[in-house]
């Protein structure tokens, strides 16, 4: 990392820092590479520390950095695509699925929820509780939504009955799924489960999974937005968060 001049920059010197700290992240660092310390980078670039601080702060936003406690500032390995685009697709639990079952209860759906399902007020159904991580970091929560159709799973681990509905998911033709995503912020329980502060930015992808002419189940995805892309398909790769 070399020095450079800030002082005739007219754009603030916090966001001109930023641009070339992630400049050299690119050419310079590997992913899980520790940053040297504020001080020691303060001096290389001839700047306050608390300007210092407001730029690591933004490329930490940005996905580009994170912060660890006991280690340091480290390089932030690449976005995970999450593609959006309305395809044939797979059951949740197909051989290649990257999402893993931590829990299983039976309780009403919310109301956004229930009508997708086609479900009458107060009706119960299977809620699967899964979690995908990246470069051993959380980056998704997801709770899927399935109707309490056939024989209930005796098993008292809720891991085992999610898995068993799973199962019981994939014994039907899967007619196709669509999509939608939106940006929304991170409630108490979803930052809990991804390590983050609630109120922070997170990305909703909801799936509808079609079978029979009807909805058999409805996922509520929840990413980290500092942590992923969206992507349409084999066309993937744009990014709609700035980086």
Sequence with gaps: MGTTQLETVPEPKYWHLKTVLSEALDSEFAVGQILPNERDLAARYGVARATLRQALEQLEFEGRLQRRRGVGTTVAPPRVGVDIAPVQGSWPGAPGDAWQVE????????????????????????????ARTSHGQPLAAELLYVPLDGPRSGADDGAA??????????????????????????????????DRLPGA???VVTTRYLSGGRVAAVAVSTYRADTCRLTFGETGGMELLAS
């Design 103 to 130: 829990d299983c209860t039976e309780t009403s759906p919310p109301a956004a929820v229930a009508r997708l399902l086609d479900l009458v007020d107060g009706e119960t159904v299977h809620v699967v509780r899964r």
């Design 161 to 194: 009955r999610g898995q068993a509905v799973l199962r019981a998911l994939h014994r039907d033709p899967l007619d196709g799924q669509d999509r939608s995503v939106e940006l929304g912020s991170a409630g108490a329980e979803d930052a809990r489960q991804l």
């Design 201 to 203: 930015p997170v990305l």
